[in-house]
């Protein structure tokens, strides 16, 4: 008893003020509902933004009940160009539809995986450069054809002519010259580094094509969950509909 007697000597929680001001329509419908309800004034108030706190948190929070809004807002447009409500009208329908989906796609958190997508592009592009610049390099210091060059006969012998004997033979020093350079200790070490940037750069391709393979799995992934959440669905109408015939 002495423990009831304390809890009804509590005093009840210190009320402060919110310095609110309305315009003359919203106090005219506030004063009416509050004469419905019985409640002073604030009360009134009071209650109404409880309400609405409690109703946004009830639907998943603030950002939800935002994006409900503009659904609600978007669907009111689709009507308004049909003429007809979204429910009843095919057309209609779509329209309200298609402008769910831009809502909702606006509104898509980043994909977990972009910022390895990035990193893994950033990689690429850099093994890109380094191949580009060992080729540039290898090219650079290798010999070069002298004033007698590898004429278009190689290529196409039905649209150009022979090449002459001079032309042959300076082809010919032309590949010894190459295969000496890249049998000596630079070209060897040239060819090698060529090799390991398009190595690099085949690597880093394939990583990043497993980046975007790996988003698009999120992305299935989540598709299928929200099958399987329809179908359950889906099944317990039916049982309910079972149980209640």
């Known amino acids: 008893m002495a423990q009831a007697q304390a809890q009804a000597r509590t005093p009840a929680p210190k009320r402060v003020a919110l310095n609110m001001k309305a315009s003359p329509a919203l106090r005219a419908k506030i004063d009416e509902a509050a004469n419905r309800s019985g409640l002073s004034i604030a009360q009134e108030v009071e209650r109404r933004l409880l309400a609405s706190i409690e109703a946004e948190d009830a639907i998943g929070g603030p950002r939800t009940a935002s994006l409900f809004r503009a659904a609600a807002e978007a669907i009111g447009f689709a009507e308004q160009s049909t003429g007809k409500h979204w429910l009843d009208d095919f057309g209609t329908f779509h329209v309200a539809k298609g402008l769910l989906d831009i809502l909702i796609n606006e509104r898509a958190p980043t994909p977990p995986s ?60 032309h590949m010894e010259a190459l295969s000496a350079f890249f049998s000596g200790e630079e070209g060897r070490g040239l060819a090698d580094h060529s090799a390991g940037a398009r190595r690099r750069h085949q690597e880093a391709a394939k990583t990043f094509e497993e980046s975007w393979r790996n988003a698009d799995e999120v992305k299935a992934e989540a598709l299928k969950r929200a099958s399987d959440i329809i179908e359950s669905r889906k099944l317990r109408q039916a049982r309910s509909a079972i149980n209640g015939a």
């Open 114 to 173: 972009n910022d390895v997508i990035a990193a893994a592009y950033h990689k690429l592009k850099v093994a890109e450069e380094e191949e580009v610049n060992a080729l540039r390099e290898m090219f650079d210091k290798a010999p070069r054809p002298g004033s007698l060059v590898l004429p278009n006969a190689f290529l196409n012998p039905a649209r150009h002519k022979k090449p002459s004997e001079a032309e042959k033979n300076a082809t010919a020093k």
